[in-house]
């Protein structure tokens, strides 16, 4: 009984430690209560009754044992617990082990340590094992050994929470017998009293804790204090030989097994996907090696063929059947000459049909990147030459060829179908070699062809000596339609104080003709400032002008923004009025075919079919079919002729566009201009039209007399003098001025007077110059040029920029290069001469005063404000200001070498003209005879019934010589004018009969039906007495001698 009291202590000192530990841990989570420690102890109990039964079998072995109960109370500090404590002892230790054995784990950190299985059952406990020591990464809890109950126990320092462990085996077997009440049988020796010291960690401190039981009175002893001291000392553990089967967790070994199962197959499942993976791209790369990828082919610029950047001696050929179808003459649009068959411009190449070989070789002078050919038809209007099929070689020497293969055999490309449509054959990789061969193999009719080589120069980190480098940042693109109207409105937004959009018409689709005026003071004619026009898109396909007009656009924009002083004073002095597409519709065909792929004709035409550089009135004839009558400038103006009748009516010969340019040429008063054609490199200038010789006659002011045996001169001097008269029929008045502006054109471009390797499609024709007589080119009939000059002030003549009408946009920037200082050379000839005001002596201006020039048989009018602007080269001339109701003034001007025109402004004062017509307009606007009357003045009567003249009333008187010349010329003169009248009214006029009266004041007279001339018959001399017939009598009576005279020529003829 007494070892049970102690017993009972020993567990209320426990009880009241634990309590005290749980109000110093707050009330943790992992602490019990009394109660839940019981019923977990009695429902474990209730579960397991094996493991009970087993537990006391092992402990009677171990009571055998004198020295366990001992030392195990001596070692262990909750040997004795409350039945309560016994089940969550037993719950901390397995919890503490499994957080230990899953702690070394560090390689999956992300995992969490499964819980113990509720459904297996607790092991056997380990009678000798010593507990263990808690985690490292924990705060360690100090352990206090147990004191012996006392009668008045003094407040105790607060005590770290007691580490978990399982029940030892003394504990468990005094539950049993307590439950089993077998206490009374066994009988243990009570616990020496030992009076060892409490044991303190040196990592925790000790803290005196509130009592939480009731204090009691401590009893009085004679012990000695000082073993109650806290000393710290230090305990060794009995060595404990643990069994073999207790070192496995069987819980841990088959979460181990399951992971090392999940991870297996994991593995094997991404070998799996690998595997195959990689046979999905074996089996891709097998069809990728099988079908080969359609990749775009890659686009490179022409190499020049076209445009003759590649030089003839580039060009080589197998043979040739005719001296002119040699390589040379393979070139892509290359036009051929009328008789091809007997000179040396061909349309193509051919080559001999004896040969057994045909070959056409381009060196390029470097090794390339070749990408493809265009290949095109004989030009001939009667042949129908063309290469159908053909192979393509490569090679860097000329020794050793390669033919282009596809893997199977030799490429075959297929070619033409006619003869001017190109053709476009890209390779499908682009092949570098220095040297590229097209090798006919069929083709139809005889072996002819014209042909581009698209190619690449290879990657370089240098500049050529020979390459161009942009200076100016501009647009360099080709624009259609939409995108021209873009870049207008742009530069207009950078420049909107100086420019201004405006249309001049419209085409027959309806497209607008757009301009752009650029000037100091956009939208308003300024007195004294000149007008000036460059124009483009006279045919559609012909688009380099186009783009150079749209470059000047920008370029004269930006210089003016940087206060360029040339441009600012362009800009200022001039209004410029340029205007990029005069047909529209023909453009937008030729862009949508592109660069290189439109024959030469494809949207040369409008959508009406017209070509509008042709398409004006021809005034040529009339001016000439004057001056050979001598009616110029009496009769007839050498200056603003005027238009046929119904010429601008919609039911015309005339084309939409041409109606709108001549509206727009009427409205604005042009000094000077030039139209941008394409085709050929060279200026030209008018007169366009031949002019038609005189046949021989005796008489006649244009008659030519051949040479006969009576003449001094040789044949050499006179065909000297036919071609100079031949020249001079297709000169104009300002022949020099015209050759001087051409001039100036053509030697401040770049390349235009390099002639040395001729025109674009024969041989030089304009003798080294750059610039030639149109007519004397290629003729032709109612040219643009030619209007202008004879209707308008304007002089203005044609540049043709290039051989390639349509060049690639990679030229683009070269050809800017060569042609901006020729674009603002050419804009400031027109300050080159006089210029002035004419105004009546109060200082109004006089519109549609003449000025004429002494020397020169063409005259320009005043504008709207009596401003005018004459071109003239240096040197003195007399001009002379005429007006209507005004009389003439002449002064002498001088033309230096200045900059600017030279002033020569006319004051006129009023002349008595008024009063002249206001006279003539009584009198019916007839004539006042100013002849003289002979003194008798008889009386001339009609008798009707006899339906003759009879004289009555003084003596028949017969007329004078004088009379009677005088009476011949009148008549002379009254036949021309019927003659005119009747021409005038398409054979349809009748002359009136008329019957002359006169009498004497009482005689009665019959009415006047008599038509007399106009009023400047009385201009011609009435005074000469001669009865001859004159030359110019002659003249007049010539039958052929009429306004309308159609005159027929050919070219050929000259």
Not at 263 to 285: P, Y
Not at 912 to 922: G, S
Request: glycine residues 6%; charged residues 30%; aromatic residues 8%.
């Amino acid at each position: 009984m007494r070892m049970r009291g102690d017993l009972l202590a020993l567990l209320a000192s426990l009880l009241a430690l634990c309590w005290i530990a749980a109000g110093a841990g707050g009330g943790g989570t992992e602490e019990q209560t009394d109660e839940e420690t019981a019923k977990q102890a009695l429902i474990q109990h209730d579960d397991q009754p094996a493991a009970g039964v087993q537990r006391r079998r092992d402990s009677r072995s171990l009571m055998d044992d004198p020295t366990f109960g001992v030392d195990a109370i001596k070692h262990d500090p909750r040997a004795k617990r409350s039945p309560q404590e016994e089940p969550a002892g037993e719950e901390k230790p397995k919890k503490e082990k499994e957080a230990k054995v899953k702690k070394p784990k560090a390689s999956k950190p992300t995992k969490k340590p499964k819980a113990p299985k509720p459904t297996k059952k607790p092991k056997a406990p380990k009678p000798t094992k010593k507990p263990k020591a808690p985690k490292p990464t924990k705060k360690p809890k100090a352990t206090k050994k147990p004191k012996a109950p006392k009668s008045s126990p003094k407040p105790k320092p607060k005590e770290d929470k007691p580490t978990s462990r399982q029940p030892t085996t003394e504990e468990e077997e005094d539950t049993l017998l307590r439950e089993l009440g077998w206490d009374d049988l066994f009988h243990t020796a009570p616990p020496e009293k030992t009076n060892e010291k409490q044991r303190i960690y040196p990592d925790h401190d000790e803290v005196t804790e509130p009592d939480l039981l009731p204090k009691r009175k401590e009893e009085t002893t004679t012990e000695d204090p000082s073993i109650y001291l806290p000393i710290p000392e230090e305990t060794v553990a009995p060595s404990v030989v643990v069994p073999w089967y207790e070192e496995y967790d069987y819980v841990d070994l088959a979460t181990k097994k399951l992971e090392e199962e999940t991870e297996k197959a994991r593995k094997e499942k991404e070998e799996r996907a690998e595997k195959q993976r990689k046979k999905w791209e074996e089996e891709e790369e097998e069809r990728r090696k099988q079908t080969p990828v359609y990749v775009e082919p890659k686009k490179c610029p022409p190499l020049g063929l076209e445009s003759h950047r590649v030089e003839d001696d580039q060009l080589l050929a197998s043979s040739m059947s005719h001296y002119g179808f040699s390589a040379q003459r393979g070139r892509l649009n290359m036009q051929s000459s009328s008789d091809e068959e007997e000179t040396a411009y061909g349309g193509a190449w051919c080559a001999d049909q004896d040969e057994k070989q045909h070959w056409f070789q381009l060196d390029a002078r470097k090794e390339l990147e070749f990408t493809g050919v265009i290949t095109q038809g004989r030009n001939s209007d009667i042949h129908e030459d063309f290469v159908s099929s053909f192979f393509v070689a490569f090679s860097n020497d000329t020794r050793e060829w390669t033919l282009l293969h596809d893997g199977y055999a030799e490429w075959l490309f297929y070619g033409n179908v006619d003869k001017d449509t190109p053709v476009l054959t890209q390779f499908a990789w682009p092949v570098v070699a220095r040297y590229i061969r097209i090798l006919p193999q069929s083709w139809n009719s005889s072996l002819c062809m014209r042909l581009e080589v698209m190619g690449c120069p290879l990657p370089k980190s240098y500049v050529s000596e020979n390459e161009v480098v942009r200076t100016d940042d501009l647009d360099f693109r080709h624009h259609n339609y939409k995108d021209m109207r873009q870049m207008m409105k742009v530069v207009n937004e950078e420049c909107p104080n100086v420019t201004r959009i405006y249309n001049i018409g419209k085409s027959s689709q309806g497209l607008k003709m757009y301009a752009m005026e650029i000037s100091d003071n956009p939208g308003e004619h300024e007195t004294g400032e000149p007008e000036f026009r460059y124009t483009a898109g006279l045919h559609g396909n012909e688009v380099l002008g186009r783009e150079l007009i749209l470059l000047l656009m920008q370029f004269l924009c930006k210089e003016y923004n940087d206060d360029n002083p040339r441009v600012r004073r362009l800009v200022e002095g001039v209004r410029l009025h340029l205007v990029p597409s005069l047909n529209p519709d023909a453009y937008e065909l030729a862009y949508e075919m592109g660069s290189e792929m439109g024959n030469w004709v494809l949207g040369h035409w409008t959508e009406e079919g017209y070509d509008i550089f042709q398409n004006f009135p021809d005034l040529n004839s009339v001016l000439w079919g004057a001056e050979d009558r001598g009616w110029v400038p009496r009769l007839v103006p050498n200056h603003h002729i005027p238009l046929p009748e119904n010429f601008l009516s919609s039911n015309g010969s005339a084309a939409v566009e041409t109606r709108a340019i001549i509206t727009w040429m009427e409205r604005t008063p042009f000094v000077l201009g030039a139209n941008f054609q394409g085709g050929e490199k060279v200026v030209t200038y008018p007169f366009d039209m031949q002019r038609p010789p005189r046949g021989f006659g005796q008489g006649g002011r244009g008659g030519r007399h051949p040479p006969s045996m009576g003449h001094e001169m040789n044949e050499e001097t006179w065909a000297r003098i036919q071609r100079q008269n031949e020249g001079a029929l297709r000169e104009t008045a300002d022949e020099t001025m015209f050759r001087w502006l051409a001039s100036t054109y053509a030697h401040s471009h770049l390349t235009m007077t390099e002639t040395q390797r001729g025109s674009c499609h024969a041989d030089d024709f304009s003798g080294g110059q750059g610039f030639i007589n149109h007519a004397s080119w290629k003729p032709v009939v109612g040219s643009m040029n030619d209007f202008s000059y004879l209707h308008t002030n304007c002089f203005e003549i044609s540049i043709f920029l290039g051989c390639d009408k349509f060049p690639h946009e990679s030229e683009l920037p070269q050809e800017w290069e060569n042609n901006r200082e020729s674009l603002l050379a050419f804009i400031e000839q027109v300050h080159r001469g006089i210029k002035g005001v004419v105004r009546d002596v109060l200082g109004n201006p006089l519109a549609n005063a003449t000025i004429s020039v002494e020397g020169i048989r063409h005259d320009v009018k005043t504008a709207a404000m009596g401003d005018y602007w004459r071109l003239l080269n240096p040197g003195e001339y007399r001009v002379t200001a005429r007006a209507d109701g005004f009389t003439q003034q002449t002064r002498l001007c001088m033309v230096g070498y200045e900059k600017s025109a030279t002033p020569c402004s006319f004051a006129l004062a009023k002349s008595n003209w008024d009063r002249i017509k206001q006279i003539m307009a009584t009198n019916g606007n007839r004539p006042i005879r100013l002849i003289p009357k002979p003194a008798p003045k008889p009386t001339v009567s009609v008798d009707a019934s006899e339906g003759h003249n009879r004289v009555t009333g003084a003596e028949e008187v017969a007329p004078t010589p004088s009379q009677s010349e005088r009476l011949r010329r009148l008549r002379i003169m009254r036949l021309r004018r019927l003659r005119q009248q009747r021409v005038r009214g398409g054979g349809r006029y009748t002359a009136p009969i008329t019957t002359t009266t006169t009498t004497l004041p009482p005689t009665t007279t019959e009415p006047v039906t008599e038509t007399t001339t106009s009023w400047y018959d009385s201009w011609f001399e009435l005074d000469s007495i001669s009865t001859t017939v004159t030359p110019i009598e002659t003249e007049l009576f010539e039958p052929e001698a009429t306004v309308d005279d159609t005159f027929e020529y050919s070219i050929d003829e000259y």
